[in-house]
């Protein structure tokens, strides 16, 4: 069983449409837990980064964990075309293992016109 | 903020050849850089990671002397690729953190082994 479990996809949508994307994990030791933007041949973008369990919004990324399930989210509201790319969820421990990051698979995520 | 940039871009290499590739944060100091490589619709894959002024770590079944990394200041990390062969050819990326902050990732730089 991998760390974190996250399926690739693809994903297509209508413009305009909630688009909602998920990660599992294994390590109850994980607190960190970041979405990364990749778009084809370009190195991943941070989206957010959220500590511990809860939500964070930023325009119209949203964030959530929930530690007790050891699941995450990312909602996209509103998906435009441009959010055309995949998604990557990773997480880190708190202390330990320096800032090694474990990524999952990744989602690539298709809006269309 | 928190800029990292690669260069090359991309980069075509004769087998047998050596291949530099540099990362830079250009608007934070790294104490710690990481470089992975990924293969065509694959997630990212950790390579090695290193400290400013001490030696890298690499991940199991990467080979030191053929990927060799040198971490010389706050702000550059250099992964040669020595004696290159086809299958090295692959997406690699650099990313860069302060300390107990998240990484940020270079654009990356794609090799081709001819």
């Known amino acids: 069983q991998k760390e974190v479990e996250q399926d690739p996809g693809p994903l297509s949508v209508p413009e305009g449409a909630i688009v909602s994307l998920n990660c599992t994990y294994s390590n109850s030791a994980f607190q960190y837990f970041m979405w990364y933007r990749q778009y084809s041949r370009k190195g991943p973008e941070l989206l957010m980064y959220t500590y511990s369990s809860g939500n964070k919004e930023d325009g119209r990324f949203t964030a959530q964990v929930d530690k007790s399930s050891k699941y995450i989210s990312l909602f996209i509201r509103d998906s435009q075309p441009s959010d055309s790319a995949t998604y990557l969820c990773?997480?880190?421990?708190?202390?330990?293992?320096?800032?090694?990051?474990?990524f999952g698979t990744g989602t690539q995520l298709k809006v269309e016109l | 903020g928190a800029v990292v940039s690669q260069h090359p871009s991309w980069v075509i290499c004769k087998s047998g050849t050596s291949v530099k590739i540099e990362c830079r944060s250009l608007d934070f100091q790294a104490t710690t850089m990481f470089w992975y490589r990924q293969f065509p619709k694959q997630s990212l894959m950790l390579m090695a990671t290193?400290?400013?002024?001490?030696?890298?770590?690499?991940e199991q079944g990467v080979e030191k002397d053929k990927f060799l990394i040198n971490h010389a200041s706050l702000t550059l990390s250099t992964l040669t690729v020595t004696s290159a062969h086809p299958e090295d050819s692959s997406f690699y990326i650099c990313s860069a953190s302060a300390a107990g902050d998240t990484q940020y990732f270079g654009p990356g730089t794609r090799l081709t082994v001819l």
């Open positions: 990773a997480m880190r421990l708190t202390t330990g293992g320096g800032n090694k990051l474990t």
């Open positions: 290193s400290n400013e002024g001490s030696k890298a770590t690499y």
